[in-house]
């Protein structure tokens, strides 16, 4: 589909996802949510895409919020169903997708943009960024499932300040805190995304999907164990293990295809 907020394009089995309203510091309006569910849906279901790049055009923000002014006069059923359909569509569905996505923060990440940061299953920010959840200085908080993700990712403690507090932390704070992964100059922060997906797409495509939904099944499934292990038991009746095995003991790279 012809997107009207996002920019899409796959090179090398990589799907590069770019939020292309740069005016408005790539804010998160309706439209734009509607087309980040699409092309999730689309990076899911495509073969060819094997991982998947989400950044903000321009170099001051990567996502710096949700669109106030389209919720300003919303009601609490109204607000419900805005937070439930968001985190549907965009926000679990790539914390649930088979293919890892990775946030290239280019500048602020917040609010909705942290959020949306926050359920790539990695995250690289450049030297510039800033990072922070400010709902609660609109009465509001996080509704994109930031409570929760934060929460995971740095714990209790520094969660609760960040929220409450609504004050943002600088690239550096937030790799010392676990909240991203690694700090890089603005320049080099694709190319970094592009390093991780390039090893990442020389192993098995169905054991990552399954590490990925393990991995997932830790901090969000009563039993995450049980994931594991099933996971682990279904790996044994796909080609690629039979290939990978047969690569090992042969002293060759595997040639992975997916089933």
Known sequence: MEYQNLLSEIKENI?????????ALNALNRSTLDELAAVIAFADKTDEVRGVII??????????????KEFSNYNAKEGEELAKRGQDLVFNAIENSSKPFIAAINGFALGGGLELAMACHMRIASDNAKLGLPEVTLGLIPGYGGTQRLTQLVGKGKAIEMITTANMVTAEQAQVFGLVNYVVPLPDLISKAEEILNSIKQRAPLAIASALKSVIASVNEVNGYQTEI?????????SDFKEGVNAFLEKRKPNFVGK
Request: net charge negative; glycine share 10%; no cysteine.
């Open 55 to 68: 950044t903000g055009a321009g170099e001051k923000a990567f996502v710096a919020g949700a669109d106030i």
């Open 230 to 238: 099933n996971e682990f038991a279904k790996s044994f009746e796909t």
């Open 15 to 23: 799907l590069y996802v770019t939020v292309n309203r740069e005016k």
